[in-house]
């Protein structure tokens, strides 16, 4: 079973920082899908990143994929209130999620 | 339908009892999951579906979770002898190719008092 591990577990930070995120396997990533979840809903598909190296942005969302594909980093320019929830990043056919960060931007 | 829904929405059930948690996925989705998520926790997997059948049982907790789906749609999570331990939210989520991602439905709140 592949161990993802998120950190930091708990963030919170003014309206206006920036941030990251990170998410770490035991072994290698085939390709690694990252999701918000806010509160009371299901996660939501945010990426999905699938070459080693690989740099995916969405908005003010910046994901990256390590080069050996066993990491990856969601960074978040200027964030918002509206981007408090719970991120979790999942191997995208191995069902199993990470521990997930959740986030709270104070306004 | 639109979207994977889910019922009940919230469910209150005393110690021992047995509750039923039901799916209904996108429509033509094949793969259908179950997790399980402690507040403020991470997802914790149950069980796949492909099709009608469960290739991938091994995150059930015990033998009192059980689940089936029929007709390659609908699925019903069973919780038999219900303890305080089993309160979380239940999120099912359906796909039509994992590398698609997984789209989830809203939950089930399950208290077990």
């Known amino acids: 079973t592949q161990l993802l591990e998120q950190s930091p577990q708990f963030l919170s930070i003014q309206e206006g920082e920036n941030l990251t995120v990170y998410c770490n396997s035991s072994?290698?990533?085939?390709?690694l899908q990252w999701y918000r979840q806010e509160p009371g809903e299901g996660p939501v598909l945010l990426v999905t990143?699938?070459?080693?190296?690989e740099v995916k942005k969405l908005k003010r969302l910046t994901f990256q994929f390590g080069d050996a594909r066993k990491d990856s980093s969601l960074h978040i320019t200027a964030a918002q209130p509206g981007d408090t929830g719970l991120y979790l990043c999942a191997e995208k056919s191995e069902f199993y999620f990470g521990t997930g960060t959740s986030l709270t931007v104070i306004p | 339908g639109a979207g994977v829904s889910q019922s009940p929405s919230n469910k209150v059930t005393e110690k021992g009892k047995d509750v039923e948690l039901r799916c209904d996925p996108i429509s033509g989705h094949t793969a259908l999951y179950w997790y399980r998520q402690s507040l403020g926790q991470g997802l914790e997997f149950l069980i796949y579906?492909?099709?009608?059948?469960?290739?991938?049982k091994s995150g059930l907790p015990s033998d009192r979770f059980s689940a089936e789906r029929t007709g390659g749609s609908v699925s019903t999570l069973t919780i038999q002898r219900t303890q305080q331990e089993d309160s979380a939210v239940y999120l099912c989520?359906?796909?039509?190719?994992?590398?698609?991602?997984?789209?989830f439905g809203s939950g089930t709140r399950l208290t077990v008092v």
């Open positions: 989520a359906s796909s039509l190719d994992p590398a698609y991602g997984y789209t």
């Open positions: 990143v699938v070459t080693g190296g």
């Open positions: 072994s290698v990533f085939s390709s």
């Open positions: 579906f492909q099709g009608n059948s469960a290739p991938d």
